[in-house]
């Protein structure tokens, strides 16, 4: 990665106002089982008294709605300013909820960078202990985006037990050590 690596200092990242963790789940490659760990983790920790926010930064594939049975819209409050949907108690904002159905997103690196800021930034999250972030699999855009953009506090990374998902997600974890994110865990 251009840019990142053990010898190069990362610059100080402007900080969520009102979010003390943000964590993100990540894995090597699609099918693993990433984004039900990642609603699992957000409603263990908000089952354990924090305060939980969860953003679906899968845009091409968010299924966080379906896993929390919500269809409901974010509402904007101006121009400015989202109110992420709430289900069990967790603040969430996903694309699948703003692109129902089947259509697909046909978006470049840009578009996408522009989104998962606005998720981060435009978002009115409030006082949260924690903000899961659920990645998309692999190591590209929206990665980079969110290393770039914000503090994380840690990632746990998924895979399953097969040969090639095993290959993927130590690219995964490679890339996070190398941009000097712990990896709290593996699933």
């Given amino acids: 990665m251009p840019g990142f690596g053990p010898s190069q200092p990362m610059e100080r990242k402007a900080p969520i106002p009102g979010i003390k963790n943000l964590v993100a789940v990540a894995s090597g490659k699609g099918?693993?089982?990433?984004t039900t760990v990642a609603v699992n983790l957000a409603l263990a920790l908000k089952a354990l008294g924090a305060k939980v926010g969860l953003l679906d930064a899968d845009v091409y594939g968010p299924n966080v709605p379906v896993m929390?049975?919500?269809?409901?819209?974010?509402?904007?409050?101006?121009?400015?300013?989202?109110?992420?949907?709430e289900a069990y108690g967790i603040k969430m904002i996903s694309m699948g909820l703003l692109n129902p159905g089947d259509k697909p997103l046909i978006w470049r690196g840009p578009m996408l960078h522009s989104?998962?800021?606005q998720f981060l930034r435009s978002?009115?999250?409030?006082?949260?202990?924690y903000l899961i972030v659920d990645l998309p699999p692999g190591t590209g855009d929206v990665q980079l985006t969110l290393i770039q953009s914000v503090a994380i506090t840690g990632t746990v990374v998924v895979t399953t037990p097969s040969i090639v998902s095993l290959a993927d997600v130590r690219k995964a974890v490679?890339?996070?050590?190398?941009?000097?994110i712990e990896i709290l865990g593996v699933v």
């Fill in 68 to 85: 929390l049975g919500t269809v409901e819209q974010p509402r904007a409050l101006d121009e400015r300013t989202i109110i992420p949907v």
């Fill in 115 to 117: 989104v998962i800021q």
């Fill in 123 to 129: 978002v009115q999250w409030d006082e949260l202990d």
């Fill in 31 to 34: 099918g693993v089982g990433k």
């Fill in 174 to 180: 490679e890339m996070f050590r190398q941009v000097h």
